[in-house]
């Protein structure tokens, strides 16, 4: 699987959009991006997924660049429950090779009041 | 969310006990897994299950053994663990293999 950047911290005040951005340079053409958070000693939980087109759900927008070299994750009206670390993870798509998540060390958002 | 529970979510433990983890989906998934998150590291990936048979086994000391009776539940045998061995222990669930996994709440595990 792709190797991902993301900074390791980010502020951002509640009711504005927090824009969390991943690179990853190295992805290939059947790698897919996935965005998961974890909040304080709790398991993962998963946002949001894609492959090359945006997507949005009830809780995010992903953004991805048209070379695919980097994406967004937009959360649009962040409030203090959104505190928490942020993990931005390529992989393949399925039956395309290892099954497990890769984490890494993720990107830890502050929702100010 | 009851989608992925976990049992029991605290425990503290000897080095010479013997304890299991319980992990039970309700999602009608196929495929689960065990990860580790130790502190201030990130989550490592221990087991995979399919079908209930272990596809993946990222190179787990003995001391941890999985059991995968049904698709439904996995276990976490534990015996003569360390004290490094004190960490979150997760487990997740997926349709199939690498489908979107969905993790449970996690077993806090303390080894004095």
């Known amino acids: 699987d792709a190797k991902t950047t993301q900074p390791p911290s980010m502020d951002c005040a509640e009711g504005r959009a927090a824009n969390l951005p991943c690179n990853h340079s190295?992805?290939?053409?059947?790698?897919?991006v996935y965005w998961y958070r974890q909040i304080h000693s709790q398991g993962p939980q998963y946002i949001i997924h894609?492959?090359?087109n945006n997507e949005t759900n009830e809780m995010a927008s992903l953004i991805i660049t048209e070379d695919r070299k980097s994406s967004t994750l937009i959360l649009p009206h962040a409030t203090l429950r959104d505190t928490a670390v942020y993990y931005c993870?390529?992989?393949?798509?399925?039956?395309?090779?290892?099954?497990?998540?890769?984490f890494g060390k993720g990107t830890h958002l502050i929702i100010q009041p | 969310e009851t989608g992925v529970t976990q049992t029991p979510r605290h425990l503290v433990m000897g080095m010479t006990n013997k304890k299991s983890l319980k992990c039970e989906q309700h999602?009608?998934?196929?495929?689960m897994y065990w990860y580790k998150q130790s502190a201030k590291k990130p989550l490592e990936l221990m087991f995979v299950?399919?079908?209930?048979?272990?596809?993946e086994n990222n190179s787990v000391p003995s001391r941890f053994s999985p059991e995968c009776p049904n698709s439904s539940h996995l276990f976490l045998h534990l015996h003569t663990l360390q004290p490094e061995d004190s960490a979150l222990y997760l487990c997740?669930?997926?349709?199939?293999?690498?489908?979107?996994?969905?993790f449970g709440p996690g077993t806090r595990l303390l080894v004095l």
């Open positions: 997740a669930s997926s349709q199939a293999p690498s489908e979107t996994q969905y």
């Open positions: 190295t992805i290939s053409g059947n790698e897919y």
């Open positions: 894609g492959l090359k």
């Open positions: 993870i390529v992989r393949v798509a399925p039956g395309g090779g290892a099954d497990g998540l890769t």
């Open positions: 999602l009608g998934h196929n495929a």
């Open positions: 299950y399919n079908f209930k048979e272990q596809t």
